[in-house]
């Protein structure tokens, strides 16, 4: 959960899994590892499997940017 809405970004990954709800939980998994990190959404990118039978998803994903977060050391 995002502690200040106003300042934030988005971004994007991708995953491979069997259906959307298990893409949902790898997106979930992503967004955990991340600090102050929410999937905003999950979307479908092929329609035919994979030769493993997996799919390919988008995960869209919000966090909350640190403005001290500057990357100068």
Known sequence: MLTDP????EWEDVVWAKNEATA???????AEEALLTEVINVTQVIKKPSKNG????VCWFRSEVNPDDSGNS
């Open 6 to 9: 106003e300042s934030y970004e």
């Open 24 to 30: 949902w939980a790898a997106c979930q998994e992503i």
């Open 54 to 57: 997996t799919y390919k998803f």
